[in-house]
């Protein structure tokens, strides 16, 4: 008899922790407010550029006066704005596509807790909770071609990837998924991208997160886009 009233406790507990996450991941997002000095809207590097750059990074997804020490590890400064590795390496992407420019941001923000957002990020995978974008994406219309850069989380791409391409129609264009991971590559996010859109998607390529601010990283994205027919402009010579 205590042993069936101690295992109903247990299971009374288990339940209530996961309905207080799961309430959290859904609703307890703290809000996007000024504070956060990350990039706004659409970066041009010039009027007729037919490549554009979408990233999703969580260093600009959360709420920066508050990060604890482990998240704070991938948020970096990069010429006044805050961002993370995502965000460093769509910046050299920029640099050597003369592509625009866009981040994803949604409009609440991931906990600032390393722990906490990796519960959230979780549950948003398994209850399929698409986060709502800020709403400032620009016309996609005169680009042919979306560089997609996005962080593994849980072995795929965090779910605004999705919000961003199952609310835009990439018809006719082509996306070119890059992921930035500490150690499982491209996961299952190419696959997961191909099922939300017809676009046409390319190889995929996967940087590892300690690779993200050296010079050589240059080389394997030039050769990636190269490959891909993406004209790069390296120390003043084009490919
Ligand atoms: C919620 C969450 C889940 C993660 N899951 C994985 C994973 O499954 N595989 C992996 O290699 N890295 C994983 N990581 C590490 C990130 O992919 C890595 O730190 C990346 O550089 C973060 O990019 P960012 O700084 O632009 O957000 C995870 C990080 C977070 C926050």
Redesign the pocket.
């Known amino acids: 008899m205590k042993k069936k009233k101690t295992l109903r406790i247990i299971l009374f507990v288990i339940f209530a922790a996961l309905l207080a996450v799961f309430l959290y991941t859904a609703y307890g997002r703290v809000g996007r407010n000024d504070k956060n000095s990350v990039i706004k809207g659409l970066r041009e590097y010039s009027s007729d550029s037919n490549v554009i750059i979408v990233y999703f ?3 600009e997804n959360m709420p920066l006066d508050k990060v604890d020490a482990v998240s704070s590890a ?2 970096f400064e990069e010429n006044g704005e805050m ?5 460093i390496a769509a910046r050299k992407l920029q640099e050597i596509t003369h592509g625009d420019l866009y981040s994803l941001q949604t409009k609440g923000m991931y906990s600032a807790n ?1 722990t906490y ?2 519960y ?3 549950f948003e995978q398994i209850l399929r909770h698409r986060p709502v974008l800020t709403d400032n994406i620009p016309d996609l219309s005169k680009y042919d071609t979306i560089i997609l850069a996005y ?5 795929k791409a965090p779910l605004a990837i999705e919000s961003f391409v199952s609310q835009n129609d990439l018809s006719g264009k082509t996306i070119m998924p890059l992921s ?6 491209l ?1 299952g996010s190419v696959e997961q991208i191909s099922k939300l859109t017809d676009a046409n998607i390319t190889n995929g390529l996967a940087i590892s ?1 300690s690779s ?1 601010k050296s010079d050589s990283v240059y080389e394997t994205l030039e050769k990636w886009l190269n490959q891909n027919n993406i004209t790069t402009y390296t120390g003043g010579e084009t490919k």
Do not use: I, K, L, R
Not at 83 to 87: A, E, K, L, P, Q
Not at 180 to 185: R, T
């Open positions: 990074t969580g260093g991938s948020v961002t993370g590795n995502v965000g390393y957002s990796t959230q990020a979780m962080p593994q989380w849980w072995m930035v991971h500490f150690s499982s590559g996961g997160e993200v």
